[in-house]
């Protein structure tokens, strides 16, 4: 069914969301799952198929799944190779990061380097340059994508947060000692190497909370006895730390959007970030936490001891942080993008 305004455009009524999608136990696996989650709870039917990993490096080896027959719009990550696209149905693409992005260079192996120049790039080529709208998560990753495929019209809708499920808790005052937390991967990137130097510095007034690596790597860097690790957590232990915590160290050097520092916003979390990437769209500096020059352990000890010494200000960015995650970040609100987004791919006559 469809209905008119006027004639120009033919919106259905109803439609279904299909997401082939590779399983890369990844940050693109958890939107996938929320979004599908969140459309679902909407009314929208919407499905994933998970593909195995081989199918980004392998295409050939995995079989092509065919689309139920309800959906009416294809929403896929610029890593899925177009062998597994649809026929006969308008394909939506989310960027999450651009792996293109010289910052990234240093942090690449010859093997990545040689893997994403000439296999990834070529894919998300075609994904770009076929789907009916392309989407990246923040302002900084949609530059890098226009810099490196020199396509410009994209779209940015960032992650969502679930506001409703992170939340803040009811404090007046920070622990003794000021307690820190770290989530995230333990790889180069996202500056783990930094957190000994940090906490070494900080001294027994602070304590660092931090969760364990997927792949056991945060076993690599040894910290000082100021750190304590919560092992692997569920999204409830997740929600337990950020409202245990005082405040989020976050030195990422890239980020394409940074979906914890707004997770810890949303439960009234300050988050100490690095000015860098999309970092600052995400973080207000000197509002809801404290942006630091990259790299610069002594501004990352500075911006914490002054949290600590002004109840004030921590109790002030608490509240700011939790307003800038509901208006900026709420899940719902994206949602609505990707469902007003939906509605004018399928409007449109495609082939």
Not at 56 to 71: D, H, L, T
Not at 155 to 173: A, K, L, M, Q, S
């Amino acid at each position: 069914m469809a209905s008119s305004d006027g004639g120009a455009n033919q919106i259905p009524d109803a439609f279904g969301v299909w997401f082939p999608a590779i399983r890369a136990h990844s940050g693109a696996d958890v939107f996938t799952e929320r979004l599908c989650t969140a459309l679902n709870a909407r009314g929208i039917r919407a499905e994933i198929h998970w593909l195995p990993l081989r199918a980004e490096y392998a295409p050939w080896s995995v079989p092509v799944p065919r689309p139920p027959g309800w959906a009416t719009v294809a929403h896929v990550n610029s890593w899925l190779p177009q062998r597994f696209w649809p026929q006969g149905l308008p394909v939506v693409c989310t960027v999450h990061h651009s792996v293109h992005d010289p910052a990234l260079d240093p942090f690449k192996s010859t093997l990545q380097r040689f893997y994403h120049r000439f296999w990834i790039y070529r894919t998300e080529r075609s994904v770009l340059w076929h789907a009916q709208r392309t989407i990246a998560v923040s302002y900084y990753t949609a530059q890098a994508v226009a810099a490196a495929f020199g396509k410009f019209s994209i779209d940015v809708i960032p992650n969502g947060v679930d506001t409703g499920f992170f939340t803040p808790t009811n404090r007046e005052r920070p622990n003794r000692p000021f307690q820190l937390l770290h989530v995230g991967n333990w790889i180069a990137r996202k500056g783990v190497d930094l957190l000994a130097p940090i906490l070494r510095e900080l001294g027994e007034d602070f304590e660092l909370v931090y969760t364990a690596d997927r792949l056991g790597q945060h076993r690599r860097y040894p910290l000082p006895s100021n750190a304590r690790c919560l092992g692997r957590l569920d999204a409830e232990g997740l929600r337990a730390a950020y409202a245990q915590a005082d405040a989020l160290l976050f030195p990422s050097r890239l980020e394409g959007f940074g979906l914890v520092a707004a997770e810890a916003m949303a439960c009234g979390l300050p988050v100490i970030a690095a000015s860098s990437s999309s970092l600052p769209e995400v973080v207000a500096d000197g509002q809801t936490g404290l942006l630091c020059p990259v790299d610069d352990v002594a501004a990352f000890v500075a911006a914490a001891r002054h949290l600590q010494g002004d109840v004030g200000l921590w109790r002030t960015m608490r509240l700011a942080a939790r307003e800038r995650a509901v208006a900026l970040f709420d899940e719902a609100k994206q949602v609505e993008r990707y469902l007003d987004l939906y509605r004018q791919v399928c409007a449109k006559p495609h082939g």
